[in-house]
Nanobody, 123 residues
């Protein structure tokens, strides 16, 4: 089992920044892909960013490329999402997720999810 706990959300003005954190515990994550998803009110959950725990290419949704950055800290067993140049349409609950798979990962591969952290962007 992998336990994921997000933090760092909040209310921010458009153009502002936040750093979302995801503390992971329970398993060694070297065989995992870590990702961030988000779900806005009345909308489907959508992919935001992903990376293999061991490093390599990072994947981003087109809507966040150039503004968001995913990273991890091995010493703290944590994954981060730096969110910059925030827009009102970025308002959503942001979820951290883990998939025990390294290649061709799809949403259904993510078996472990955190409880989410709310990001609200005011205009």
């Amino acid at each position: 089992q992998v336990q994921l706990v997000e933090s760092g959300g909040g209310l921010v003005q458009a153009g502002g920044s936040l750093r979302l954190s995801c503390a992971a515990s329970g398993r060694t994550l070297s065989m995992y892909t870590m990702a961030w998803f988000r779900q806005a009110p009345g909308k489907e959950r959508e992919f935001v960013a992903a990376m293999r725990w061991t490093g390599g290419n990072h994947d981003y949704a087109d809507s966040v490329k150039g503004r968001f950055a995913i990273s991890r800290d091995n010493t703290k067993n944590a994954v981060y999402l730096q969110v910059n140049s925030l827009k009102p349409e970025d308002t959503a609950v942001y979820y951290c997720a883990a998939a025990r798979k390294l290649f061709r990962v799809v949403e259904s591969d993510y078996a472990y999810w955190g409880q989410g952290t709310q990001v609200t962007v005011s205009s």
